[in-house]
């Protein structure tokens, strides 16, 4: 089987403890996480070949942040020492009508240092049928971005297939450039696109009709449009896939998606997620079944859809950025199995 590579920035997590906020905390939780190393643990995870591409300084925070990939099969062989830091990220997790909170501290990270050709992108890309980037990694800095784009078009030279999550990040643009500058020409070599209820609107302006995602209930048909008009601004795109989080409250959100495929729009059914324990890393738990469920049912977009949305409902039940469940707890869910009862 044929590997998937992504590409982008991982973090040390640290995270106050349980629900109490950061001035409450006299100890922080050490985890790793970031969006395209948690897509490639999910593929590890489900059994696909999936290779994380980044730049981590030569140090033992870098070697321990290695070591949190490679124990879940991720490859990294392709990941370039160098640099300073690795970036990290406080996590302070909310409650019920108290959200949560991320503060960042990332910038001089090694990655951000990065520059065109420092990567031999063809040979990354040797026996790879698939890349997948998100619009983090752009905005961490002009060279970031640039290698990003350089890694798209040899991508598409080669006939890989490429992705990406849009994943707008208001915070992190910080460089002179938007996210509207940049990232267009980046996602027009895009076979597939994912965004969420303001990544279209914030970055190309697009919006759906009719929504209040506040309301705790999404309407998924309303978001046919903004498939149809990224398809005819970015026509390389196949698919695009639009993920619907209603929020009740922070720890009660309904879940679903819907594919548009240039021809059919479908949905997902929505799923009820009424005791979430993590939510960080929901998206980018979608975006891995996703790629599975792509690679898994190629002539069924439903069934690729389903296994995403299930996933990533599952996602919810875990602590950290990783969504460590298995293909069959996956599947059991998408038959609707949702009991939770003791498996012996």
């Given at each position: 089987?044929?590997?998937?590579?992504?590409?982008?920035?991982?973090?040390?997590?640290?995270?106050?403890?349980?629900?109490?906020?950061?001035?409450?905390?006299?100890?922080?939780?050490?985890?790793?996480?970031?969006?395209e190393a948690?897509?490639?643990?999910?593929?590890?995870?489900?059994?696909?070949?999936?290779?994380?591409?980044?730049?981590?300084?030569?140090?033992?925070?870098?070697?321990?942040?290695?070591?949190?990939?490679?124990?879940?099969?991720?490859?990294?062989?392709?990941?370039?020492?160098?640099g300073?830091?690795?970036?990290?990220?406080?996590?302070?997790t909310?409650?019920?009508?108290?959200?949560?909170?991320?503060?960042?501290?990332?910038?001089?990270?090694?990655?951000?240092?990065?520059?065109?050709?420092?990567?031999?992108?063809?040979?990354?890309?040797?026996?790879?049928?698939?890349?997948?980037?998100?619009?983090?990694?752009?905005?961490?800095?002009?060279?970031?971005?640039?290698?990003?784009?350089?890694?798209?078009?040899?991508?598409?030279?080669?006939?890989?297939?490429?992705?990406?999550?849009?994943?707008?990040?208001?915070n992190?643009?910080?460089?002179?450039?938007?996210?509207?500058?940049?990232?267009?020409?980046?996602?027009?070599?895009?076979?597939?696109?994912?965004?969420?209820?303001?990544?279209?609107?914030?970055?190309?302006?697009?919006?759906?009709?009719?929504?209040?995602v506040?309301?705790g209930?999404?309407?998924?048909?309303?978001?046919?449009?903004?498939?149809?008009q990224?398809?005819?601004?970015?026509?390389?795109?196949?698919?695009?896939?639009?993920?619907?989080?209603?929020?009740?409250?922070?720890?009660?959100?309904?879940?679903?998606?819907?594919?548009?495929?240039?021809?059919?729009?479908?949905?997902?059914?929505?799923y009820?997620?009424?005791?979430?324990?993590?939510?960080?890393?929901?998206?980018?738990?979608?975006?891995?079944?996703?790629?599975?469920?792509?690679l898994?049912?190629?002539?069924?977009?439903?069934?690729?859809?389903?296994?995403?949305?299930?996933?990533?409902?599952?996602?919810?039940?875990?602590?950290?950025?990783?969504?460590?469940?298995?293909?069959?707890?996956v599947?059991n869910l998408?038959?609707?199995?949702?009991?939770?009862?003791?498996?012996?």
């Amino acid at each position: 089987m044929k590997k998937v590579v992504t590409f982008g920035e991982i973090m040390l997590r640290l995270a106050s403890p349980g629900y109490l906020r950061f001035s409450q905390s006299t100890q922080l939780e050490a985890t790793f996480g970031g969006g395209e190393a948690n897509v490639a643990v999910s593929l590890a995870n489900y059994g696909i070949p999936a290779s994380f591409v980044s730049r981590l300084p030569k140090n033992d925070i870098g070697d321990w942040a290695i070591q949190n990939l490679r124990k879940y099969n991720v490859q990294t062989q392709d990941i370039l020492r160098g640099g300073e830091r690795v970036g990290i990220y406080f996590l302070e997790t909310g409650a019920v009508a108290r959200a949560s909170k991320v503060v960042y501290d990332r910038a001089g990270s090694a990655i951000a240092d990065i520059q065109p050709g420092m990567l031999d992108w063809e040979a990354i890309f040797k026996d790879a049928n698939w890349f997948h980037w998100t619009g983090i990694t752009p905005a961490l800095s002009e060279g970031a971005a640039a290698t990003c784009l350089e890694g798209i078009k040899i991508a598409n030279k080669l006939g890989v297939t490429v992705s990406t999550d849009l994943n707008f990040r208001k915070n992190l643009w910080k460089y002179g450039k938007t996210a509207a500058e940049v990232m267009p020409e980046l996602v027009a070599g895009c076979d597939v696109i994912l965004g969420n209820e303001e990544d279209a609107e914030k970055v190309f302006h697009i919006q759906p009709e009719g929504v209040d995602v506040t309301a705790g209930h999404v309407e998924a048909a309303a978001y046919e449009s903004v498939c149809r008009q990224l398809v005819k601004r970015f026509p390389r795109a196949k698919k695009v896939i639009i993920t619907l989080r209603g929020s009740i409250n922070a720890n009660h959100n309904t879940w679903a998606g819907t594919l548009f495929n240039g021809e059919e729009i479908f949905f997902s059914p929505q799923y009820d997620i009424t005791h979430i324990v993590d939510r960080v890393g929901g998206g980018d738990s979608f975006m891995g079944g996703l790629i599975c469920g792509l690679l898994t049912y190629p002539d069924d977009d439903q069934q690729a859809l389903n296994f995403a949305v299930a996933a990533s409902c599952l996602k919810h039940t875990i602590y950290g950025d990783f969504n460590l469940v298995t293909v069959d707890e996956v599947k059991n869910l998408m038959k609707g199995d949702g009991s939770g009862r003791v498996s012996r």
